[in-house]
């Protein structure tokens, strides 16, 4: 006799049976369905077998007895991130302001992070704050506002010990902002304007001092350059003068030349005497002396000089 045959005489017999037959049927292939269980990537659940841990379910699809298996977590093991609220600290030199963290940190080992701690973010929250007033306890107002590595650093490193138990890595600490009180505030703006005032008188100073010497130089360079001019000037004179001066000996060398080429007779000489006398008495000399040898030119010139010197010369 087959199943089917069976399931018909049944029915025939006793339709309320079948029914419940049907519905206990699809129950259980209901339970069948739900013990079967998709981890997706990144994810893990914690299984626990009749109340205790039993097996950490990784990526894939997993059988679990129903009624006697239990999910008790499923767990992400992305980094995650958390921000707390800001925390009052008192700096060393008896300043309280206010302080907020980041931390970002991984689930390495889910059942740890299932049965470690009641609440572990919680925790994370505390240990980070006690952590926080610590470090800041040893620094004062100006190394708080200027060691935020230093704080990051000692605190990932506090907080990664006191996590480790819980399965829990942390990755990073960032301290977020740090809020000083109002009047340290309102004083730290006045110093950052008596800052900026300074600068910018020191700036305009420079430029000032930077623009005398840039002057003075130029004035120094103009004078050099006025010098050069004259110097060159003087020397260009100078040579002007002698070049004047040899071309006039040149031609009177020349004409002494020519007259001695050209044989010139005593008539000659005597008119050249003349003529010289008459230059010479041209000048201011109201004295003058003809030697009665007219052709001796050199006496007399020198004679005629000699009064025209004498007569110019102021009398004592």
């Known amino acids: 006799m087959t199943v ?44 626990e077998r009749l109340g205790g841990y039993h097996k950490t379910l990784g990526v894939g699809v997993h059988f679990i007895i129903p009624v006697i298996d239990r999910v008790q977590k499923v767990v992400s093991l992305k980094e995650q991130v958390k921000d707390f609220d ?31 701690t009641e609440n ?3 925790a994370i929250e505390n240990i980070s704050a006690t952590t926080l007033r610590n470090i800041i306890g040893e620094l004062d107002l100006d190394e708080t506002l200027t060691s935020r590595d230093l704080i990051n650093t000692k605190m990932r490193q506090t907080l990664d010990e006191a996590t480790d138990p819980w399965g829990i890595k942390v990755t990073r600490v960032e301290v977020k902002n740090i809020i000083p009180p109002k009047d340290i505030r309102e004083s730290m703006e ?15 100073a420079e430029g000032d001092k930077r623009s005398e010497i840039l002057r003075a130089e130029g004035d120094a360079e103009a004078l050099l350059l006025r010098a050069e001019a004259n110097k060159k000037e003087k020397i260009l004179q100078a040579e002007a003068e002698a070049t004047a001066i040899f071309k006039i000996k040149e031609a009177e060398a020349l004409g002494i030349k020519l007259i001695k080429e050209a044989a010139a007779d005593q008539t000659v000489m005597q008119i050249k005497s003349l003529e010289t006398l008459a230059l010479v008495a041209n000048g201011q000399a109201t ?30």
């Open 86 to 116: 800001p925390q009052a600290v008192i700096t060393k030199d008896n300043v309280t302001m206010q302080i907020d963290t980041v931390v970002f940190f991984t689930i390495t080992d889910p059942k740890l992070y299932t049965y470690g």
């Open 120 to 122: 572990p973010l919680m």
């Open 190 to 204: 006045k110093q950052m304007r008596a800052e900026r005032e300074k600068r910018q008188t020191i700036l305009i």
């Open 4 to 47: 089917l045959n069976l399931f018909i005489r049944v029915l025939e017999v006793n339709p309320g049976a079948v029914a419940g037959l049907i519905i206990a049927f699809l129950v259980l292939l209901i339970i069948v369905a739900l013990s079967f269980r998709l981890v997706t990537q990144t994810k893990a659940m914690v299984v």
């Open 287 to 316: 004295k003058l002396v003809v030697p009665t040898n007219i052709t001796d030119l050199a006496s007399t010139v020198m004679m005629a000089a000699e009064f025209a010197k004498k007569e110019q010369e102021p009398k004592k």
